[in-house]
């Protein structure tokens, strides 16, 4: 397997170098097996992107797989890992939630765990937090937005961890990233002056991933579950506040009347619209029948 990826791409000029697809047993070693050869071909100046199917297996490939390579090598390869911009923390926002009062044992809690965690990281990666943001819907408020939304004269500009990690990326010989990534961000690679060797590893659902992305949805259940979010979080959140707010100012409760029957509304419009997708895309199909197959 080395000796068949390093022939590939050494030897150019004596035929032009073809993709390879290679299978191999788990356990075998296919990640010393394609690193090893790939760090010689990538030497002085070419990159090595490795793209694999979890977050989970980007770090395993940082901590195992390469501190081994660097054991064999008599040069040393530093190796990158590059997750989407949501994975990070946005220091900016995270300041400005901290000057934001809540009545949420757990959202208080999670602030000060943040806080701790943050003497000690050194990626800003929340994944480090082992928290679900389903369950801590406040991570929601301080994940990055992408550097491009960065203000250059916020004091935390300069340290900015996602910045860091694309600057780390730019500087390393092997950038680990993810499936899902790699397909979002494709226009990106193929901009670069010198096209990077690339190992799509766990491939067996990357077809699958590559055709979900490409494909346009419409979430509409999404709409229904965020508009339930928003009113569990402003009954069990804020009543408090908002009656102490609202007090007998009349204004002020009219305004927030208005904003209830809003959504109410938008809940009503996103029901009648479910509705009449499935009235006119699924009642009347037969699905995984052999005449007809059910194509929306």
């Given at each position: ?70 054991d064999i090598l008599p040069f040393p390869v530093i190796a990158a890992v590059l997750k989407g911009n949501k994975h990070y923390i946005d220091l900016t926002k995270f300041m400005e939630q901290l000057a934001i009062y ?195």
């Open positions: 397997m080395m000796n068949l990826i390093y022939n590939n791409y050494a030897a150019t000029k004596v035929h032009p170098a073809q993709n390879l697809v290679i299978e191999a047993p788990t356990g075998i070693g296919k990640s010393l097996g394609y690193t090893l050869p790939l760090s010689y071909l990538s030497r002085p100046h070419k990159q090595v992107i490795i793209s694999t199917s979890t977050t989970y297996l980007q770090e395993q490939l940082k901590e195992q797989a390469l501190p081994l390579l660097n809540d009545n949420s044992a757990q959202t208080k809690f999670v602030k000060s765990q943040i806080l701790v965690w943050l003497t000690e990281t050194q990626t800003g990666d929340l994944d480090e937090l082992h928290l679900n943001a389903e369950q801590v819907p406040f991570l929601n408020s301080i994940k990055h937005d992408g550097v491009k939304w960065l203000d250059k004269q916020s004091a935390f500009y300069s340290d900015d961890f996602l910045r860091y990690a694309l600057a780390q990326a730019k500087r390393a010989d092997f950038v680990i990233i993810n499936h899902d990534y790699l397909l979002n961000n494709t226009a990106k690679f193929a901009e670069l002056p010198e096209k990077p060797y690339l190992v799509i590893d766990e491939a067996q659902d990357f077809a699958d991933r590559a055709a979900r992305i490409s494909q346009k949805h419409i979430r509409l259940f999404d709409g229904i579950a965020t508009y339930n979010k928003i009113i569990a979080m402003w009954q069990n959140n804020h009543d408090s506040q908002i009656k102490e707010l609202v007090g007998s100012d009349l204004s002020v409760q009219s305004v927030v009347v208005d904003i209830l029957n809003r959504l109410d509304g938008v809940k009503l419009s996103l029901n009648q619209l479910i509705d009449q997708t499935f009235n006119r895309f699924v009642a009347h199909r037969r699905l995984h029948s052999r005449e007809e197959n059910f194509e929306c």
